[in-house]
């Protein structure tokens, strides 16, 4: 960023609920129906109609709020947001506003400092503060087709008006672009692990607005703030952020000024475009739901949903590395998912071996699930094979070298690492017998090399290693070669 600026950030996520059915009504929620077929008095807003609360939904949001360290309020408030668009037939949402489920949380995340190209060079923690989440229904859906001006028809599609959204608002504490990137990261993770939403930025059940402004470095009071909206993915986001940083700054530097709007970033064209200006934001008129009694829930409830949620991601990262004495970024890595953090466990504890299990899963398991586009939960290795392939390793029958190769096989048929090991006659030769003759060979092929080695070149010790093991095919015992080798090379 330019020098003496200093960028403001604050966000807005709405997260989609993972209920059966909406939050006031009993349509299900499905997504891709035909249009309109879930639908029913309540959520088309036809007159007369009553809200009923779904229990299901406040339990979500109730774990989604103690995934980010929230506090729950007992009592809190749903109001009707008033203004009109043709996906909310109501004329009004319902929303929450001076007396939301949730509010005051310090979230510790990791945030990282990265290079030109973005790649993340050093983790460091930050505390950013939460200033509420809150419960809502979502809108419905305009879609447009056709061209405009000459055959364009907008529809509008009511099955997702209704559907349950958790609302979280940070307070301004971000001061870069990736500070907001690690941020959203790490809502996305929280709220999935402890199954709240699916947050998928791509689905769009999870939504991002990012509020921009930026100040001279010493200022103390915040400069005017941008609304960005239509960030579909959380690297859009990113790109947006820093096109609106630019472009304030450059504006103030030109001596103009920053205008209060709301802008749609449009990735294509890499810019933000102006959607509207404060003068004509809504005055939404909040005012109490009448239709719904304040929502009360117990310390009981609350205690309840605490008593069901999973140990969070960050607990659990920090018992990895307690545990099974991984790394800061191999266990960072093993718990960016769930299932991956609980395959992982199983593996390890297969393998009685927690670091070579780390090794494999991080380095050959991965690569195969990211080359095949699979996700763990749909591995073909069960994590006790996992196991069983490096105990095969650790009890010498197979090479390392040997193992790679046996778990691409158990990768592509799904057998078991023992009987891929027999069907293919795979030993390994521990046999010094069987090694001497080898080593033998490759001395005579090259004697320009071992005369060097021999001269003090030790260097080359490692091409020995390489040309025996390859003669080999793989079989030889590594230790047994350098033992040998060492032995044989001697003057
Ligand atoms: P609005 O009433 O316009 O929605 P809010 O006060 O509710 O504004 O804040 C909305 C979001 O904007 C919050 O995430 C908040 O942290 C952020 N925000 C507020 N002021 C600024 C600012 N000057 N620069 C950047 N973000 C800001
Ligand atoms: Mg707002
Ligand atoms: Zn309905």
Known sequence: MKNGWETIIGLEIHAQLSTESKIFCGCSTRFGDEPNSNTCPVCLGLPGALPVLNRRAVELGARAALALGLHINERSVFARKNYFYPDLPKGYQISQYDQPFSERGELEIMTAERDEAGHARVWKPKVVQITRLHLEEDAGKNVHEGLPDVDRYSYVDLNRAGTPLAEIVTEPDFRSSWEAYDYVNHVRRALQWVGASEADMEKGNLRCEANVSVRKIGDTNFGTKVELKNLNSVRFMQHAIEYEIERQINA?????????????????????????????????????????????????????????????????????????????????????????????????????????????????????????????????????????????IEEGKISGKQGKDVLSEMFRTGKPAAKIVEEQGMVQVSDAGAIDPIIDEIISANPKQVEQFRAGKESLFGFFVGQVMKASQGKANPKVVNERLKEKLKV
């Open 252 to 392: 103030l530097e030109s001596g103009g000024r920053v205008v209060q709007e709301t802008r749609l970033w449009d990735e294509r064209a890499g810019e933000t475009r102006i959607m509207r200006s404060k003068e004509e934001a809504h005055d939404y008129r909040y005012f109490p739901e009448p239709d719904l009694p304040p929502l009360v829930v117990t310390r009981d409830f609350i205690e309840g949903v605490r008593a069901t949620m999973p140990e969070l991601p960050e607990a659990r990262r920090r018992r990895f590395m307690d545990q099974y004495a991984l790394s800061y970024s191999d266990a960072s890595q093993l718990t960016s998912e769930r299932s991956l953090a609980d395959y992982y466990e199983r593996a390890a504890e297969a393998a009685r071996n927690a670091r070579a299990a780390a090794n494999w899963i991080r380095t050959d398991l991965l690569r195969e699930l990211e080359a095949s586009g699979t996700p763990v939960e749909k591995c073909p290795i069960p994590p006790e094979e996992i196991g069983a392939l490096i105990r095969l």
